[in-house]
C-alpha cells in the first residue's frame, strides 16, 4: 500500500502563521539573508550548537555570562556583539565545538514563532538538497515560514520556500493544495536557471547594498554546499546528523 | 518638469497591512472571488451606492429596517439575506437605482480595514483599466490590498494585484521597490494569457466548484467589462464616474 502524501504549506510572514499553524508539522524557518544561511554556515563549520534569542536583552545577558554572541539589527552588527549576521562571520576558526547566542532581526523571531511545532527545523539554499531528504524522511506535514522582513512579504524566502515545495512535491511524497506554495514555486521555477541574478531585484539585496554588506550574495544562493540539517531541541539548534544520528551510532557501537 | 513617480506596493493579507499601511495613499481592495467582483457589477448594473458591513449582526439591523442585503459566509447565502455574493445576483432588475448593504466571508472585512486611507477604491478584472486609468490620475501612492481567504495568501487576488501593479508601472508614473509587487507582476505575466485557465489551480476555485457555484469563473476573469470605479465616500461605496464626475458636470451645466 503507498503512503499517504503529507501536505507542504507556504506562510509569507510570521504575521500570518497563526493562519497556517498545524501544531503536527514541521515548520521550515527560511531567512536567507542571512540568518538561516548564517545558522547552515555555522553547523557546516563545526558549530556545536546555537541559542537562537528574539530579544537584545536577552542576548546581552547571555554576553554578560560569557557567550559567544552574533546580533545584528537592520543589517548592523550590535555594540555589544562577538560579530553580525554575515555567514563569513560564522568561520571554523570562530565557531568549531562552540555554542553562539544568535539575535537578528527577522530569522530568530521566527524560530520562536514557530516553536510549538513537532519540529522546527533551518532552511536555506545551502541546505535544501539535505533538508528536504530530511523532511521525507520524516513523513510529517511541513509549513515553511519565510522570515520576511519585519513582517512584510520578501522575495528571496519567497523563493527558497518554492524551491523546497518544489523538492518536496516533485518526490512524490508531499502534494498542494495551497496557493502561496503554488506561487511561490512559480517563482522558483522562473528564478532556478540564474537565481543569483534573479535576486538582484529583492528589496533587502538594496539593502544589503547599501551598506555594503552584499558580498554574501553568491554564498546564499548557491544550492547544497552543506548537509547540516539544523533543528530545535529544547530552545537549542542543533545539527540533526551530528545531534541524533552520529549519537545514536556512537551509543549503538 | 517630469513629476516624481509614485509608488505602488501589494499586501497579500488584511492581517498585513499594518505593515504596508501608508494613510497618504490610496488602498485598492481586492476579492476577485467574488465580493470585489460582485461590487463592480452592481455598479455597472445601475445600482446607487453599496453599504459595506463587516458584522453580520449589523446586515440583519439593516434588513431590518427595510435595506436590501447580500450576505454570505463561506461561499453560502445568509438565511435573512435577500441574495448571496455571486456577481449574477447582481441584476439590474435587482440593483438599478438601489443601495445594497453588503456583507461577505473576506472582501467587506477588507474595505473596512483600509478605512483609513486617503482613498479606498474597489478592485477587479472587470474594471481593471477604468481603475488604473483613475488611479494615474489620483497622483497618490497606491496599496493593493488582497482580502486573500481567512487572512490567507490568495492566488486570484494576487494575480489580479500584479495586473494592476504592471499598469500602473507600465504606465511610466509608478515605479515599485515592493517584493510582494514585484512577485504578483512575475505571476500575472504567467497568467494573463489563459487566465480563467491559469485559476484552474486556485483553491478557492475548488472551494466553489464544490458549492457549484463556479459558474462565475469566465465572468470574474474576463478584464474590463465595466468602467465603474467604486470608492468609498462616508462609509458607503459609490461609483466615482457618477457620483464626482457627472454630479460635476450637471452642476456646471
Redesign the interface.
Known sequence: MSKKKKKVE?C??P??Y???RNDNSIVVVADILRATTSICAAFKNGAKSLIPVAGLDEARKWKEKGYLVAAERDGLVLDFADFGNSPFNFSPSRVKGATIVYSTTNGTQAIKTASGAKHVAIGAFINLTALSGWLISEDADVVVLCAG???????ED?VFAGALAAKLTGSGNFFT????A??AI??WN?AQNDLCGYMD????R?RLRKLGLDDIMEYCHTPDSTQVVPVLKDHLLVDYNKYFVEDNNSQQT
Open positions: 507556504v509569507y510572514s504575521a500570518l497563526p493562519y497556517y522582513w519585519k513582517n512584510r512579504y520578501n522575495l519567497s493544495d495551497c496557493d502561496a503554488l506561487a512559480e517563482l522562473i531585484k529583492a528589496a533587502h538594496h
